[in-house]
C-alpha cells in the first residue's frame, strides 16, 4: 500500500482539489488579499515565475471575472515564467526570464505603455535540502523580482513575493525599503508553521529620486553595507516587522472528512 503524503491530509490541498485552484499555494494570496487588500479596483497585475498558475487564478478571479463583458476589456493580467502552464482566462503567458531588462519592456509594452499595479511572485528555486544554499538562491531570486518590479511598477503599486525566514531576510527588506513605503513579512495560515517560507509584502511603490534603474543583485555585490545606509537609514542587521495570518483552517492540522463537512455546514448556515 502507498503511503499517503502529508499534503493529501492538509486542509488546503483539499480544499484546493474541492474549489478548483491548481495548487493549495492559492490560499496563500487569497489571505494576504483579504488582510491587506492587496487586489481592490486593479486593473494591470503580473505573476512572475506563475506556473503552474494558482496565484495568476486569483488574480483572474478578483480582477477579471466579477466584470462586465465591456470591463473585462480594461484589465490586463500577465502571467511570466520560462516554463509554460495551462491557459487561464483573462490572463496572457509571457515565457521569458524575469532577470533581463527585455522582459520587463515586453511587460510595459503589453500594458500599452502603462505599468503593473502589482506584481506578485510565487517563484521558488528546487530545494537541495542544504538549508544554507536554499535560502542563499531564494533571497537572489526575490532580489531579481524586486529588480524587475522597479521597471514594470506604477507609483503607489504593491509587490508580494515568497521568501524564507533567515538570516538573509533583512537583506531583501533592505533593499525594498528603498522603493516601497510600507513593508513588511507576512506569514498566511496555509504555510505551514514548520515551514520557513514567508511573503515580503511591499506597499506605496515610489522610486528613490535620482535612482537608476540597474540590477539589484550586482548593485548589492559593490557595496553591501554603507550603501544600505545611505539609502535607508538602517544599518545592516534590521528588525523586519511580521504580521501573521488567522483563520479558522491550520495547515499544520490533520483534518477529518466529518469534520470538514459540518464546519462547511456551520459555515453555510
Sequence with gaps: MGKTSKDKRDIFYRLAKEQGWRARSAFKLLQADETFHLLDGLHRAVDLCAAPGSWSQVLAKHM???LSEEDKKKVKIIAVDMQGMAPIEGVTQMREDISKESTAEAIINFFE??????VVCDGAPDSTGMHDFDSYVQIELVITA?????YILE???SFVSKIYRCDKTSKAYTQMKRFFKDVCVFKPSASRNSSIEAFVIGRQFCLPEGHKLCNLTLEWQNDPSTWIEEFTGYPPAVTVPFVGYKGEWDSDRTYGMTIMCTMRLCRNH
Design 146 to 150: 524586486i529588480s524587475i518590479a522597479t
Design 64 to 66: 477579471y471575472e466579477p
Design 155 to 157: 507609483e503607489g503599486g
Design 113 to 118: 505603455g502603462e505599468k503593473a499595479q502589482i
